[in-house]
């Protein structure tokens, strides 16, 4: 079965740490991955997109990674604000599943100040 | 642009009852889909569809039904509720040009079955 796993489920860290939330992938035969944001109480708002012949994708202090060999997707963020606490979700579009996205269940990100 | 919208955002249903959550999105997105959310998980697809007249099912299709009878308007509809649908409902859109298959997700419907 074709799964999505995001580890850990929860992480806190303070103000101003760089930190990296991880993405796992179980079949490398993807079309693109995509990270979203999700507030409580509210919908998901796309952040990146990678499609599978990216290596990276870069938007202010957030930077994605896709290493497909490895079935693994990264998300940098830099410089953490506590702004930046919400949900955070990875989600693949793999080859042969038409245009379903297969969701991770998030990583939820405490920012101290 | 309103993007994604959806109505209800909040509904409480006694077993057995009907209801029909409705999403419109005004990007002119050719895609559209049904997502369910259960506390502390990822989405799981319910329906999708890529076009008008044009529906099929997700991963958890079971106790759900959809019609596209327009470019804009991709209802979900509820038929005898059951408690395991408890669960927030979203829409999503997208188009197969520009940046392709990138989702725009609406804000949630959050339904109580009791």
């Known amino acids: 079965k074709q799964e999505v796993t995001q580890i850990p489920a929860a992480l806190s860290v303070p103000e101003g740490e760089n930190l990296v939330l991880n993405c796992s992938f179980t079949d490398s035969a993807i079309y693109n991955l995509q990270w979203f944001r999700q507030d409580p109480g509210k919908g998901l708002t796309s952040l990146l997109l990678i499609q599978s012949s990216q290596r990276e994708q870069t938007s202010g202090r957030l930077n994605a990674s896709l290493d497909k060999s490895s079935g693994r997707s990264t998300l940098y963020i830099a410089a953490s604000q506590p702004g930046d606490s919400a949900t955070y979700l990875c989600?693949?579009?793999?080859?042969?599943?038409?245009?379903?996205?297969?969701f991770g269940g998030g990583t939820r990100l405490m920012v101290k100040p | 642009n309103a993007g994604v919208t959806q109505t209800p955002k909040f509904r409480i249903l006694k077993i057995g009852q009907s209801m029909t959550l409705q999403c419109t999105q005004d990007?002119?997105?050719?895609?559209m889909y049904w997502y369910r959310q259960d506390p502390g998980m990822g989405l799981k697809l319910i329906y999708y569809s890529v076009g008008a007249g044009i529906t099929d099912k997700g991963e958890v299709p079971n106790g759900y039904n959809v019609s596209r009878s327009t470019t804009e308007d991709f209802p979900l509809r509820l038929e005898l509720a059951a408690p395991s649908q408890t669960s927030v409902y979203f829409c999503?859109?997208?188009?197969?040009?520009?940046?392709?298959?990138?989702?725009?997700f609406g804000p949630g419907t959050r339904l109580t079955v009791t």
């Open positions: 990007m002119n997105h050719n895609y």
């Open positions: 999503a859109s997208s188009y197969a040009g520009g940046i392709p298959y990138e989702q725009y």
């Open positions: 989600a693949v579009r793999y080859n042969n599943a038409g245009n379903m996205l297969t």
